[in-house]
């Protein structure tokens, strides 16, 4: 009865998986090999369900050493996901010496939807902290037209931003170079990221991994604030940022 059970919740898993995988794909493409991240999870659910009678089978030592390795992948996984809704939640007063605002992907037609979320969510701050300086950050990828610096930079000074209170940092290639490269233009302009007030703004799910990096590059007094995508795509964000949190431990 339980084995039937289990089958059961499996095989649903694996349909629910697969249609928002599919979903995710249709909105976002299948460009990045991790887009197809639910259709794979949908697959091996199935596949466990096919599974199940024949593990059932196995001596009850092994049967024991699986379930332990599962319920302690799914305790870190929890643990790790509640750190990163801590921060989801941020908010931070006006007034803040720097605003640093870290890049995301730009396409043919200006930054992308989650990119344009940060953005809007940083000049709604900027335009309340007269007095705050920005930072907007990210290189040139492949498929970019322009520097990530450069279009949330442009697109702030559409957003009503005069552009000398912009610094653009255009040569990052990731979440750690984004802080450190702006660390380096913040005290070539005479701050001190140790001392000066500086809220990071970025996806609400990615504010926990850019908190640590931000503390790794010497940022002291920092805040942070967090903008909202697309609700649909927010399961495959909140995935997407422990499977980064996990390779950079790794790594």
């Given at each position: 009865?339980?084995?039937?059970?289990?089958?059961?919740?499996?095989?649903?898993?694996?349909?629910?998986?697969?249609?928002?995988?599919?979903?995710?794909?249709?909105?976002?493409?299948?460009?990045?090999?991790?887009?197809?991240?639910?259709?794979?999870?949908?697959?091996?659910?199935g596949a466990g369900a096919a599974l199940l009678p024949r593990i059932g089978r196995l001596p009850a030592v092994v049967r024991t050493g699986f379930a332990a390795v599962l319920c302690a992948c799914i305790l870190?996984?929890?643990?790790?996901?509640?750190?990163?809704?801590?921060?989801?939640?941020?908010?931070?007063?006006?007034?803040?010496?720097?605003?640093?605002?870290?890049?995301?992907?730009?396409?043919?037609?200006?930054?992308?939807?989650?990119?344009?979320?940060?953005?809007?969510?940083?000049?709604?701050?900027?335009?309340?902290?007269?007095?705050?300086?920005?930072?907007?950050?990210?290189?040139?990828?492949?498929?970019?037209?322009?520097?990530?610096?450069?279009?949330?930079?442009?697109?702030?000074?559409?957003?009503?931003?005069?552009?000398?209170?912009?610094?653009?940092?255009?040569?990052?290639?990731?979440?750690?170079?984004?802080?450190?490269?702006?660390?380096?233009?913040?005290?070539?302009?005479?701050?001190?990221?140790?001392?000066?007030?500086?809220?990071?703004?970025?996806?609400?799910?990615?504010?926990?991994?850019?908190?640590?990096?931000?503390?790794?590059?010497?940022?002291?007094?920092?805040?942070?604030?967090?903008?909202?995508?697309?609700?649909?795509?927010?399961?495959?964000?909140?995935?997407?940022?422990?499977?980064?949190?996990?390779?950079?431990?790794?790594?």
């Open positions: 009865m339980k084995i039937k059970a289990l089958r059961a919740f499996l095989g649903i898993l694996s349909a629910v998986c697969v249609l928002y995988g599919a979903a995710v794909i249709s909105i976002i493409g299948p460009g990045s090999w991790f887009n197809w991240a639910f259709v794979a999870i949908g697959v091996f659910a870190i996984f929890a643990v790790t996901e509640a750190r990163i809704m801590s921060f989801a939640a941020s908010d931070e007063a006006p007034g803040a010496d720097w605003v640093v605002i870290l890049g995301a992907k730009v396409d043919p037609w200006g930054p992308s939807l989650e990119y344009s979320a940060r953005i809007r969510k940083a000049a709604e701050y900027l335009k309340n902290s007269p007095r705050s300086l920005a930072v907007t950050t990210g290189g040139q990828g492949v498929n970019e037209p322009v520097s990530e610096g450069r279009a949330a930079a442009d697109m702030l000074q559409d957003l009503g931003i005069p552009a000398d209170r912009i610094i653009v940092e255009d040569r990052s290639t990731s979440t750690a170079e984004n802080l450190a490269f702006a660390r380096v233009l913040i005290e070539e302009a005479g701050g001190d990221v140790a001392a000066d007030r500086v809220v990071i703004v970025s996806s609400s799910f990615h504010l926990y991994r850019a908190d640590l990096h931000a503390r790794d590059c010497g940022y002291g007094n920092r805040g942070s604030l967090g903008s909202e995508g697309l609700r649909i795509l927010m399961p495959q964000y909140y995935l997407r940022e422990f499977a980064a949190l996990v390779k950079e431990y790794v790594l």
